[in-house]
Structures are given as structure tokens and as C-alpha cells.
């Protein structure tokens, strides 16, 4: 049954409000949200639109539209609110966070009756925004808008992107926090979801012993998003915290198998709905590199390095675990959903590398020296991840050295050492071998890792690109990532320039290597 599309107002109206219309920067409590409007901008202009998310909505961009994505007006059936959470950041208590330069427009019911959440990235300050101005710059919102939508079309979990839009007004950053601020371009992301709600979420009311607004979240997520639980109570509790961590081990898995890092999965970083969400410092393994995180501030203890990710997820659930415990009051049920997650990201982890290698599954007798091989192999020399593993569907495994290994050649940032082609060699032997176990026939080899290797994947260096492009007012190259990025699967043969590893112009460079959480 096809509905008119139309703005609901079910999170205001059925969990507690801050009780003050007050816009100034200050601790909210026993309420889940403060109603807000967004600071109108002096010249909005469209940068991007995505086509595929608005046909999800079933809207079409207008000039009204343009004025309530950039927070000019308001469309009829709009409460604009941010909502109020904490979080531990960097393994730290933080207190209060929230919204800071958030405004969710309302949740939009679609013609096929789906309730998407519309939030606006930089839309003006809350009562959330501490020592912030609300405000957004063009290149953090570019690259969120850019990664949502890639990584949709990689098939991982995520929050999408609807348009990005720049505001004709500047705002002040310190990009390096090397106290050299400067005037960049405003924009703000439309972000889309079912739902915004995060760990910090359950975590601040559990700070404040908060029992009452704690049930009443509680209750309000699992009705609106996990009515398959049932009714909310301590049976529908321990399942939907157990399917938390069943969604958010799959999440990881896919993270691991793209070669994604996030660079600041703090708890307030971290979807209860399983969705990739706050697109910051984030980066792509560039050389595979299991330390590497791209995120300055963690520079130094490196704790939320690509490695680190699933220990990190594990542990952002304990600390969700510990919120729900006046609900549950049962360490067994909680104990079980922690259980499920390593269960999750296991089986997951284990099946998405199996099809990135083009087996079956994992599991035949010498699998662990293969895998364990292989990682050491892709460590001894700077190798290219995404490409290693798309051009190893290449490899012919009948030739002998040393064509066999020349497909992944181009996956190496200098040419294969004495030290590594050895290594290289026995490598193959064995997964020659655990190919043929598998009886794959050699032409069914490569469409099958295919589907599982993307060719293109959100590099850094491409984002910075198009960020060099759009400051000058040139939104081609953009468009035409954008555009590439929604098929990462497919060869593209015309965008190969595209596929490329990183460039030795951008080791180092900023916005390419390494980014702040400045934006």
C-alpha cells in the first residue's frame, strides 16, 4: 500500500524533551533531544545530489528542498531536533556530547511506507555544540557524502547520503591543530537513515542514573526499529542487545574485508541500528598495514588502527552492555550478546575472506598457514591491498614463475624485492593447491573473487582530489568518482586512472595520508 510521502513526528513525541528552548551551550537532563532549528545560511547552492537515495524517499529536489537541506526553512511536518548523548572517547568517560552540529529535520515516511530520519551535518549550533560553531566545512562534508554512498555500493552497512550543498559562507578551522586556523567554504550533508541513535545514546542516561529516560529509549528503539522483538520488557531486551552485536560483528567484517578504517569508533561513533555512521578521519588501507590508523589524534596510541577495529567494536559493546544493565539485570543475557558478536564477525570475517579469495569457505585442513601466509606476505613489502586482492583473481595458477606472479605486480609500490618474491612463490604453491582442493574451475574463478574485490574503493587521495576541484568550483570530479564508485565491482576499463594506487605525491600530503577530526 503506497502512502503520500510526509514527516512524522514519532521520537518528539513519544520519548521525554528538553523542557528549554534556550540555544546556548549547556548539560540537558532527563531528556532525549532539545528542539532546535537550524541557522539559516546567506547563499545555499546545490554541490550534489543523490538520485538513487532521493528515489528512496520519493522526493525530487526543488528549490523548496534546497531551502530546508540547508536550513533556510522549515518543510511542513518538520521538528527539527538534536539529541542529547555521551560516549567514551578514546577509551575515556566524556560526559555529555550530543548533536553538536546535527539536526535531525524530522523522520520522513516514503511512498512505500519506510521511515527514513533526515539530518543536517553543520547546520548551526545546539545546545550540544560545546566550545563549536555548529558549523561544517566543504571538505569533511564532501567526503561524508562521497563514502556514504560508496560504501552502500560496496554492500557494507551504512548511513546514506542525500545532497550536499554548499552555504556561500566561511567557516574557521585549524585543519592540522598546529594553531594555524584558516577560512574554508561551508557546506552541510543530508544525512539519511532509519535511525541516528548510537551507544552514547543509552550510555549518558546510565551515567546520571537515569533509569526512566534509559527504558524509555530503550523502548522506543526496539518498537520503531525491532518490532520483530516484540514488546519491550526483559526477554526483547536481551535479544535486541544480542542482535546489536550480531549486527555490529557482520559490520566489522565488511570494514575488514574493503579495507576501511574508521579513525574514531568512539561510542558515540557507533550505530545501534549496525550502521557505518560519522564519517570523520576515516581512510582506506592504502599498503596493507594493520597499524595504520588515519586519524592525527590517534597518531600516538593508535587505538583505533584497521587491526584494532574488532577488539575496539567488542569492547564499544561492554560499554553498552554496562548502560543496559538496569534494564536486564542479567549478566548471563548480556554475556550471551557479547558471545554473539565474536560469533558474528567470526563466521563473517571467515566467509567474506573466503570469497575474497575464491574459495568455498574456510576451514580445509592447512587453511590457517594460508591465511596466516598470506597476511605476513601482504606485511613484507608495501603492498596495495585493494589491488592485491582484485589482481590475484588474475593470477593464472597453471604458468610458472615468472608470469604467474606478474598480475600482481602492479599492486606493489616498487618492484617485488629477492626478499618478497620468494615468499611470493611458496605463497602460490599453496593456494594453487587449496584451489584445486576446491575443484574451482579456472574461468569461474575470477567473476566469483570479483564480486567479492571491489576496484574502487573511496581513497583518500581521490576525495582530496575532488575536495581541490570543488573549492575552485569544479564539481566534475566529483561527479564522475561519485558516478565510478556506485559499480566498485564492475572493471570500468575508462576509469582506470581511478583504480590506481596512491601516488607518491600523496604519501605525506594532507588529506590524503593522515586527517584531523577538524571539520
Same mark, same amino acid.
Given at each position: ?227 520483530? =522483538? %516484540?514488546? /519491550? &520488557?526483559?526477554? +526483547? ?5 544480542? $542482535?546489536?552485536?550480531? @549486527? ?113 569457505? =574456510? %576451514?580445509? /585442513? &592447512?587453511?590457517? +598457514? ?5 597476511? $605476513?606476505?601482504?606485511? @613484507? ?139
Amino acid at each position: 500500500m503506497k502512502s503520500s510521502p510526509e514527516f512524522l513526528d514519532r521520537f518528539v513525541r513519544t520519548l521525554p524533551g528538553d523542557p528549554s528552548n534556550h540555544p546556548g551551550v549547556r548539560q540537558v537532563l532527563g531528556a532525549c533531544y532539545s528542539r532546535v532549528l537550524p541557522t539559516p545560511v546567506r547563499e545555499p547552492r546545490l554541490l550534489a545530489w543523490s538520485d538513487e537515495v532521493a528515489d528512496l524517499l520519493g522526493v525530487r529536489f526543488d528549490a523548496d528542498w534546497l531551502a530546508a537541506l540547508s536550513g533556510n526553512r522549515l518543510l511542513p511536518g518538520m521538528q527539527p531536533y538534536a539529541a542529547c548523548y555521551g560516549g567514551h572517547q578514546f577509551g575515556q568517560w566524556a560526559g555529555q556530547l550530543g548533536d553538536g552540529r546535527a539536526i535531525t529535520l524530522g523522520e520522513w515516511q516514503a511512498p512505500d511506507q519506510r521511515i527514513w530520519e533526515l539530518q543536517l551535518k553543520g547546520a548551526g549550533m545546539t545546545p550540544y555544540s560545546r566550545r563549536a560553531d555548529g558549523r561544517a566545512v566543504l571538505r569533511s562534508s564532501l567526503r561524508e557524502y562521497l563514502c556514504s554512498e560508496a560504501m552502500h555500493a560496496l554492500g557494507v552497512p551504512t548511513t546514506r547520503a542525500l545532497s550536499l550543498i554548499a552555504t556561500g559562507d566561511s567557516v574557521v578551522r585549524d585543519m592540522l591543530y598546529d594553531g594555524n586556523p584558516k577560512a574554508e567554504p561551508g557546506a552541510i550533508v543530508c544525512r539519511v537513515a532509519t535511525s541516528f541513535v548510537r551507544f552514547g545514546n543509552f550510555e549518558i542516561f546510565a551515567s546520571r542514573d537515569d533509569t526512566d529516560t534509559l527504558r524509555h529509549l530503550a523502548n522506543h528503539v526496539i518498537q520503531t526499529c525491532f518490532p520483530e =522483538l %516484540g514488546p /519491550p &520488557g526483559p526477554d +526483547a531486551y536481551a535479544a535486541w542487545f544480542e $542482535t546489536i552485536c550480531r @549486527r555490529t560483528g557482520l559490520l566489522m567484517a565488511h570494514w575488514m574485508r574493503v579495507g576501511f578504517v574508521h579513525g574514531v569508533m568512539n561510542t558515540d561513533n557507533l550505530s545501534i541500528l549496525g550502521l557505518t555512521i560519522d564519517y570523520g578521519p576515516y581512510g582506506w588501507l592504502e599498503d596493507y598495514d594493520p597499524n595504520w590508523t588515519p586519524n592525527t589524534t590517534d597518531a600516538g596510541g593508535r587505538r583505533y588502527a584497521y587491526g584494532n577495529q574488532p577488539a575496539i567494536a567488542e569492547w564499544n559493546l561492554g560499554m553498552l552492555a554496562r548502560a543496559l544493565w538496569p534494564l536486564l539485570d542479567d549478566a548471563q543475557a548480556l554475556e550471551n550478546g557479547l558471545a554473539t558478536y565474536g560469533e558474528a564477525f567470526n563466521r563473517g570475517h571467515s566467509e567474506m575472506l573466503a570469497a575474497k579469495l575464491g574459495l568455498a569457505a =574456510l %576451514g580445509h /585442513p &592447512g587453511d590457517k +598457514a594460508l591465511i596466516s601466509g598470506l597476511f $605476513t606476505l601482504l606485511g @613484507r613489502q608495501e603492498t596495495d591491498y585493494t589491488l592485491f586482492f582484485r589482481q590475484l583473481a588474475r593470477v593464472d595458477l597453471t604458468q610458472a614463475e615468472p608470469q604467474r606472479s606478474q598480475p600482481l605486480q602492479v599492486a606493489y609500490y616498487a618492484p617485488i624485492s629477492a626478499q618478497t618474491q620468494p615468499a611470493l612463490i611458496d605463497w602460490l604453491d599453496l593456494y594453487a593447491a587449496r584451489i584445486r582442493a576446491d575443484s574451482i574451475p579456472p574461468e569461474a574463478r575470477q567473476p566469483r573473487m570479483d564480486r567479492a574485490n571491489p576496484r574502487f574503493v573511496a581513497r583518500n587521495y581521490l576525495a582530496q582530489q575532488a575536495i581541490d576541484a570543488a573549492t575552485q568550483g569544479d564539481m566534475s570530479v566529483l561527479e564522475r568518482l561519485t558516478r565510478v564508485l556506485k559499480r566498485p565491482y564492475d572493471e570500468q576499463p575508462e576509469h582506470a586512472d581511478l583504480a590506481a594506487k596512491r601516488p607518491e605525491w600523496a604519501r605525506h600530503k594532507a588529506g590524503c595520508s593522515m586527517l584531523s577530526c577538524s571539520s
